[in-house]
C-alpha cells in the first residue's frame, strides 16, 4: 500500500488540526561541495610540489608559479593553510637559490663539478 502525500498529511496531523494546515515533512538536503574548496586545495599542494621540485631545477619558473599558487589557494580561503604557506616558503626558497647560483657561479644553473 503507498500512501500519497495528502495520506501521510492526514495520518501525521493531530486531531485538532485540519489536513490542509499541516506541513509535510521534508529531509533536509545536504548542502553541496564546493568546487572552489577543492580547487584551492589542489592550488596549495600543486604550490608545495612545485616549490619542492624548483629548489632541484627550473627554479627561475617554478619558483615564482609556486607562490602565486600559494598566494591563489590562501585567497580561496584552502582548508590545508600549512601546505599552502610551504609551497610560498618553497618558492622563496627557489628564489634565493636562485640569487646564489647567479652571484656565486655566475649562471642559473646547478655545477657539481667545481
Known amino acids: 500500500m503507498t500512501l500519497t502525500l495528502?495520506?501521510?498529511a492526514r495520518t501525521s496531523a493531530p486531531a485538532s488540526a485540519?489536513?490542509?494546515?499541516?506541513?509535510?515533512?521534508?529531509?533536509?538536503?545536504?548542502?553541496?561541495?564546493?568546487?572552489?574548496g577543492r580547487e584551492a586545495d589542489g592550488l596549495a599542494v600543486a604550490s608545495f610540489v612545485?616549490?619542492?621540485?624548483?629548489?632541484?631545477?627550473?627554479?627561475?619558473?617554478?619558483?615564482?608559479?609556486?607562490?602565486?599558487?600559494?598566494?591563489l589557494s590562501l585567497a580561496r580561503r584552502t582548508r590545508r593553510p600549512g601546505r599552502a604557506y610551504l609551497g610560498l616558503a618553497l618558492g622563496v626558497a627557489d628564489?634565493?637559490?636562485l640569487a646564489v647560483l647567479v652571484t656565486?657561479?655566475?649562471t642559473v644553473s646547478w655545477n657539481l663539478g667545481g
Open 95 to 97: 628564489l634565493v637559490v
Open 6 to 8: 495528502t495520506d501521510r
Open 104 to 106: 656565486v657561479n655566475g
Open 18 to 36: 485540519p489536513a490542509s494546515e499541516v506541513a509535510p515533512e521534508v529531509a533536509p538536503v545536504p548542502a553541496p561541495r564546493r568546487a572552489a
Open 50 to 71: 612545485l616549490g619542492l621540485v624548483g629548489l632541484l631545477a627550473f627554479n627561475l619558473l617554478l619558483g615564482p608559479t609556486a607562490i602565486v599558487m600559494a598566494l
